[in-house]
């Protein structure tokens, strides 16, 4: 059986991080950063150990999977944004993990991401406010 390879055999690669500035401990819902790439010169792709008929496209990472869960159970693909309002769940030692997936264009997926917190029940994330103010 001879199968044709995909224009984009590669998997996508990221992480998932705070903002910069922001340490542990977070309030329960914060921002996170979700850095993603689908580019297939760089390192962090496995060697394709195939001949490709024509050379490897980038599809660009399209769809990111996010959970409080490491089998991802109930979560759902969305569009891929580089920041996300997420809601942890924490133990109750206060400790919480968030789970991410990546998949590109051509429906690669990438390996888990994961990023491991502290929460502090007592905390607001601080918002951003942008003057004038105005109430209508």
């Known amino acids: 059986a001879c ?3 995909k224009l984009d055999p590669y998997l ?11 340490d542990s401990p977070v309030a329960r819902t914060s921002t996170i950063w979700l850095e993603a790439y ?13 001949e490709l008929i024509e050379p490897a496209m980038q ?3 399209a769809d990111v ?4 869960r490491a089998d991802f159970d109930g979560a759902d693909w969305a569009p891929y ?6 809601t942890f769940d924490p133990d109750e030692d206060g400790q919480a993990t ?9 429906g690669n997926e990438s390996e888990v991401a994961a990023l491991s917190v502290v929460i502090d029940p007592d905390l607001i ?12």
């Open 12 to 22: 996508p690669h990221g992480e998932v991080v705070l903002p910069p500035g922001v």
């Open 81 to 86: 944004s580089p920041t996300v309002q997420w």
């Open 125 to 136: 994330e601080q918002q951003e406010v942008y003057l004038p103010f105005m109430v209508r």
């Open 98 to 106: 968030v789970y991410v997936r990546y998949r590109d264009g051509a």
């Open 65 to 68: 999977l996010i959970s409080n």
């Open 59 to 61: 599809s660009g990472v």
């Open 3 to 5: 199968t044709t390879p």
């Open 38 to 50: 689908d580019d297939p010169e760089t390192e962090e792709h496995p060697i394709f150990d195939g």
